[in-house]
């Protein structure tokens, strides 16, 4: 593993629903400790992309490198002691497990170094108290932080995160991208798919649009407009 | 006639059907997989407690540090070998695969063994009885039934206070998930299969020492443990040795009134409980009756 090279590759990355084919060679690096912000309309491939990564997908074509290693046939709980973790699209809690439960599921792969859940807590402090509650009597903004919580829980380098604000109140909204700002000051890695783009913009350093299962751009957030994301966004100026 | 006396016989004959219905249930809870070959599973615990124990000439009781570890085995082969390549292709698939190796197995017993009726050896515990007032207690039975009792506890104690439990759970709760957030599925359903071949093997032995069986007595068995199952509510043990105890008790006490109807009103009940609560008199958690959910489109 070189150091200077980045920390998660994905090249050619062809990915299928059955016949319906949901990724077309979509390729995309991230340095480590970067913060890449994947963005595109419903159905762009946004989730596929993310699920791809964490293994929860295979990939018909293509590679996924983590640190140099090829993960492409790496079953989940592998990509994930090797520190990949994922935050998946609404939440996915166990309803009948505890909070405290939630997060100990989540470190089940963990390698060394997971996150004792003292630490968990004092970075969530709104779940601390309703450890002993079971997931499903949670309020959303609750369940997200516990959904975060249980991903962190195996200690990751990468954190994937697919639309931690949907559904919740700007205020939630706002704690919750607090703690991705002391993650990422800690140096963890972070993908992040979000549907405000003013608030990927802020919290990135490189930008991903993709399109229609394609990547329509891909740069750092100092080089491009709003504009131009937008253009990318809906596919305008394509030739 | 004798009610109380009928009662307690009841509640003891109910713990053996619990016995037999906890693998069931967590196989279901857990892989959502109906095991038709359950039954007949149990029976072969019977006749490999016939084979070992007449090999050692002990009583079965003996042999069971032998026998259980093997059943366990052979659970988990079967879910390796079998029920887990079966699962990939559908729900449909397990279920045929299951009751083809039911025929497969009633048929294979009566080739090795005949279709003689058998009995285990049970030493001195097989006839002998204390009495309290009015109503006599078969040591056997009584044996039988605290033995469902510690299993199911046990297994309830490791479901809620261990890793593996804790892993279980969430299977049980949403599969895609607890794959995605790290649990190693496959030995989680291997060790369950695991355990329920080996409590469908303990409760072989009780059938096989109270009673006796041959090779077709496992269908029986099994309608009886599905039925302690749906009764109690799918996914909860506590549900299912209640759903064992409401079996045995109609069973014992219709049988008391005209014993011609005592199986009737078992699957009497049974029907009745469907009608007027579907999922179970103690459904442990909505999800075990969802459908899974498929990968999600974005």
């Given amino acids: 593993m070189t150091p200077d090279g980045p920390l998660l590759e994905i090249a050619g990355l062809d990915v299928f629903y059955g016949d319906f084919q949901a990724l077309f060679g979509v390729s995309m690096s991230v340095a480590r400790g970067c913060v890449t912000a994947l ?17 929860a997908q295979a990939a018909e074509r293509g590679v996924v490198r983590y640190g140099g290693t090829d993960i492409t046939a790496a079953p989940p709980h592998r990509r994930i002691s090797r520190g990949i973790a994922l935050v998946p699209e609404g939440r996915k809690l166990f309803p009948s497990l505890t909070v405290e439960e939630n997060i100990q599921v989540g470190a089940v792969a963990a390698a060394s170094g997971a996150w004792p859940l003292e630490r968990i807590y004092d970075a969530f402090p709104m779940i601390a108290t309703r450890r002993k509650q079971r997931a499903a009597t949670l309020s959303g903004g609750e369940q997200q932080a516990v959904a975060i919580a249980r991903a962190l829980a195996a200690a990751p380098s990468v954190l994937l995160l697919d639309e931690i604000s949907l559904g919740l109140a700007p205020r939630v909204v706002e704690e919750l991208y607090q703690v991705l700002h002391g993650l990422r000051a800690a140096g963890t890695t972070l993908v992040i798919v979000e549907q405000d783009l003013s608030r990927a913009m802020d919290a990135s350093d490189q930008l991903v649009c993709l399109l229609e299962g394609r990547v329509a751009l891909a740069a750092a957030v100092t080089e491009v407009t709003r504009d131009l994301v937008i253009a990318a966004y809906f596919g305008q100026g394509r030739s | 006639m004798n009610w109380v006396n009928a009662v307690i016989q009841g509640i003891l004959l109910g713990g053996q059907y619990a016995l037999i219905a906890c693998g069931l249930s967590l196989a279901f809870g857990v892989m959502r997989i109906v095991n038709l070959a359950h039954g007949d599973l149990a029976i072969c615990g019977a006749y490999l407690g016939l084979v070992l124990s007449s090999a050692l000439g002990v009583p079965v009781w003996v042999t069971l540090p032998l026998l259980l570890p093997a059943a366990f085995a052979a659970g988990m082969a079967l879910q390796v070998l079998l029920l887990g390549r079966a699962l990939r292709h559908g729900v449909l698939a397990p279920v045929l695969v299951t009751f083809g190796l039911s025929a497969m197995i009633e048929n294979l017993l009566q080739v090795a063994a005949t279709s003689d009726p058998r009995g285990l050896n049970g030493g001195a515990l097989t006839l002998a009885s204390f009495t309290v007032g009015s109503v006599t207690v078969s040591w056997l039975f009584l044996a039988a039934f605290l033995t469902a009792c510690a299993v199911l506890s046990g297994l309830q104690l490791a479901l809620s206070r261990t890793s593996w439990g804790r892993q279980v759970r969430a299977i049980a709760d949403d599969l895609d998930t607890a794959r995605l957030v790290g649990v190693n599925v496959a030995p989680v359903f291997a060790t369950v299969a695991g355990i329920a071949v080996a409590t469908a093997a303990l409760a072989g032995v009780f059938i096989g020492t109270i009673g006796t069986f041959d090779p077709l007595a496992g269908t029986n068995t099994l309608i ?17 040795l209640i759903g064992g105890i409401a079996l045995g008790v109609t069973q014992v006490v219709v049988g008391e009134i005209n014993q011609a109807y005592a199986v009737l009103a078992v699957h009497l009940l049974f029907l009745a409980v469907l009608v007027v609560r579907p999922g179970g008199l103690f459904a442990a958690h909505q999800a075990a009756h969802e459908p899974r959910r498929q990968g999600a489109l974005g």
């Fill in chain 2, 224 to 240: 009886f443990a599905f039925e302690a199952v749906v009764i109690g509510g799918i996914g909860s043990l506590a549900g299912t």
């Fill in chain 1, 39 to 55: 963005v595109g309309a419903n159905g762009a491939g946004k989730t596929t992309l993310l699920r791809t990564i964490a293994g």
